[in-house]
Nanobody, 120 residues
């Protein structure tokens, strides 16, 4: 699975950004998609995941209520809408994918990250 993320940038606290990720290499509707992030000096952490049909979504507690993951299977694309951004959301965001996934399990594939910087 090949993943290409885009949409990162610099935003002020309280602002919004939308990340996009185009996937290829597998039938998109058969892949669980997600986002991880890695802040400076910290380990990579789970952010959000969306199941094959988009009917089920999962979020880390730190982003719940502020971030929304969605997917467009016709466009082979997954999105992460990030609202009410905080400086602690500053990180490199990685698009991720798995053939099977459950809460607590790592994804299988990651693309190159896109940097999100939130200024205070």
């Amino acid at each position: 699975v090949q993943l290409q993320a885009s949409g990162g940038g610099l935003v002020q606290a309280g602002g919004s950004l939308r990340l996009s990720c185009a996937a290829s290499g597998r039938t998109f509707s058969s892949i669980v998609m997600g986002w991880d992030r890695q802040a400076p000096g910290k380990e990579r952490e789970f952010v959000a995941a969306i199941m094959w049909s988009g009917s089920s979504t999962y979020y880390a507690d730190s982003v719940k209520g502020r971030f929304t993951i969605s997917r467009d299977n016709a466009k082979n694309t997954v999105y992460l809408q990030m609202n009410s951004l905080k400086p602690e959301d500053t990180a490199v965001y990685y698009c991720a994918a798995a053939l099977t996934w459950r809460w607590g399990r790592d994804m299988d594939y990651w693309g190159k990250g896109t940097l999100v910087t939130v200024s205070s």
